[in-house]
């Protein structure tokens, strides 16, 4: 399995990328995890990232594919999920020329659809555990009452403010991805409204359909 999960700000990319994985035992490489883990490692990219991320805005093209480069290699070019990457045109084309560099192209890019204003509403009750990333959600998810309330955390750009402007910034550099792989024949689109477990029924059907999955 190699697929995509793509969708805007708060579409549940992350949460079914870890259903994906407790199913079927497929790694997942996340563009925010990744960047968090080099912040938070103190890696040589780590105050480079850390300003993009204080600022909301998207890390550059350059430093994106450096850490996937790296990633994607260790997974032996197979067998991976990512969960938002590519964001832009350029990602997507630098990704496909160097997958199918090394013989390992994507197979699908599931598509999750949600309104703007659930978007909103998910991302402005989203906390996360300040050392596992884990994600929670004030309302639908909260954290365990085990977690010191010290370490969940509500990042800089989950805020009501930064939230307009991720999604401002989603409509302009990353939707165009959509037509992109959909002239591919690569997309499938589900919608990611409702229950988790209902939005990762669709992605396996979806899946099945295009003979990447069989049922289990």
Not at 96 to 122: M, Q, Y
Not at 178 to 192: F, H, I, M, Q, T
Request: overall charge negative.
């Amino acid at each position: 399995m190699r697929i995509a999960l793509f969708g805007p700000p708060g579409a549940g990319k992350g949460t079914q990328a870890t259903y994906l994985f407790e199913k079927y035992g497929v790694r997942t490489l996340s563009t925010g995890n990744l960047v968090r883990s080099e912040i938070r490692n103190e890696g040589p990219l780590g105050p480079k990232l850390a300003s993009f991320i204080h600022d909301g805005g998207l890390v550059p093209d350059s430093i994106v594919e450096d850490l996937f480069t790296e990633k994607i290699a260790q997974f032996e070019f197979d067998q991976f999920i990512l969960d938002g990457f590519p964001r832009t045109i350029p990602q997507a084309e630098w990704l496909t020329n160097f997958l199918d560099a090394h013989k390992a192209p994507l197979r699908k890019v599931i598509s999750l659809s949600v309104p703007e204003e659930e978007t909103i509403e998910r991302l402005s009750g989203r906390r996360i555990h300040k050392l596992t990333c884990e994600p929670f959600h004030i309302v639908h998810n909260p954290p365990p009452s085990h977690i010191p309330p010290h370490l969940i955390v509500q990042r800089l750009d989950d805020r009501p403010e930064s939230v307009t402007e991720r999604l401002a910034v989603y409509k302009t550099v990353t939707a165009p991805i959509e037509a992109y792989y959909e002239e591919r024949g690569l997309l499938a689109k589900v919608s990611g409204v409702g229950s988790p477990a209902q939005v990762h029924q669709r992605i396996i059907e979806a899946l099945v359909s295009n003979s990447i999955l069989e049922w289990a």
